[in-house]
């Protein structure tokens, strides 16, 4: 399994929480920067944040910094975005991604070679 695939979303009040995963084949998760990006009705697809393998650090958008934590489980290959103090803004289909390490840009839909069928998260003001 090459593609990674995701879960956790669902339906939530402002201010709640919810934790997305994506799960990936070994070969996937070794050696690849996994990432989760967004996409609301009407509106293009935006990076939310990124960790990579070697060093696993840490890339995170202005919009979710402070509420939002990315993080790796190599035992599980398993990469988790904990999502706290949700926003109605918040609301959109969360994909999951992967690339190699330093292979174009963190931030950029463009560079990366696998991607997810998505899921839903809805924030309820």
């Known amino acids: 399994q090459v593609q990674p695939v995701e879960s956790g979303g669902g339906l939530v009040q402002a201010g709640g929480s919810l934790r997305l995963s994506c799960a990936a084949s070994?070969?996937?998760?070794?050696?690849?920067?996994i990432t989760w990006f967004r996409q609301a009705p009407g509106k293009e697809r935006e990076f939310v944040a990124g960790?990579?393998?070697?060093?696993?650090?840490?890339y995170y958008a202005d919009s979710v910094k402070g509420r939002f934590t990315i993080s790796r489980d190599f035992a599980k290959n398993t990469v988790y975005l904990q999502m706290n103090s949700l926003k109605p803004e918040d609301t959109a289909v969360y994909y999951c991604?992967?690339?190699?390490?330093?292979?174009?840009?963190?931030?950029?839909?463009?560079?990366?070679?696998?991607w997810g069928q998505g899921t839903q998260v809805t924030v309820s003001s």
């Open positions: 991604a992967a690339k190699r390490d330093y292979s174009g840009s963190v931030y950029q839909t463009k560079d990366y070679n696998y």
């Open positions: 960790i990579t393998w070697v060093g696993a650090n840490t």
């Open positions: 070994e070969r996937t998760f070794r050696t690849y920067t």
